[in-house]
């Protein structure tokens, strides 16, 4: 039998009062959010001087099916091309067409030029899956290979997928590391995060780290008051707050999750979104629903190029 980590709760009544005041001002907040969301699209790619946006998108079940509806493929391309850095959760194909076939799409504008770098198939059944990076060329290199984490003991059902990157210009290098739990192993699973981001470190020689993907970290699968014991703000920056909406559902569940190393707190510019792509008008427009691109939300921070210091 597998170790399970134990999850502890220690709400008093009057924290579970300020949490719940939170939960009641959530859609108001978001709000804000996605003006300021929709303001940067307009305005172009989600791009600001010296520094970079690394996002995270569970595309939902990826393969030859999406792959094969164009109007689903370039609307999915558009939402890479706003980003520096997109980990990608859910390519299930067995062919291994669809993915190359994404990034063709994502290029075929031919400026900004994307790369992509895709793990192996993962799982412990018949339906596996991969983890992508893709990442726009002229703002961020690859160092090194790509590794996906020892998992001796079987503890994953698809093990996290980790690559190094460094910007074109400035300073800043770190290491990436793409998960998707399992729904109902969440809480066992995030629990190992912080060991794979003290492994990722000590193989890559690089303090600053970031885990990011669909962690299903709310809900009936992990209890996200929590998180302070697994990610001790003194160690960590839990940079995507509680009270986001990261999937397409009516009920607000933050599911998708980036936490980095406390040495990133140099680099992280503070802001942080959920990309809420079905309310662009030009998505409205298209007749295009959200669940034909994906039953999540891309999210994203920025951090700059120039401030790294390690």
Known sequence: MRKRCTLYSPMEPHTKNIFTVI????RRIRGYLCAI???LAFSGNLYAENQITIASFNLRVFGTTKADKPAVLDEIASIIRKFDIVAVQEIRDKSDTAANELLAVVNKNK???YEMLIGPRLGR?????????????????????TETWNDSNDQFEREPFLAMFKTAEGTLDFVLIDIHTKPEDATHEICLLPK????GATHFAEPDILCLGDWNADGSY?????????????DYLWIISNIADTTIASKSNTYDRMAASISMEEDWTGIWNVLRFDEY?????????????????????????DRDTD
């Not at 427009?285 to 700059?304: E, N, Q």
């Open 37 to 39: 969301a929709l303001f």
């Open 23 to 26: 939960q009641n001002t959530h």
């Open 111 to 113: 400026t900004p030029h």
């Open 222 to 234: 992990f209890n996200e008051t929590t998180y302070n014991t697994y990610f001790p703000s003194k």
């Open 281 to 305: 008008p030009a998505f409205t427009s298209s007749g295009l629903k959200a669940l034909d691109i994906s039953d999540h939300y891309p999210v994203w921070a920025s951090f700059y190029v």
């Open 125 to 145: 059944t018949s339906s596996k899956e991969q983890y992508a990076f893709f990442y726009r060329t002229s703002t961020v290199i690859p160092i090194g290979s």
């Open 196 to 199: 794979v981001m003290t492994d």
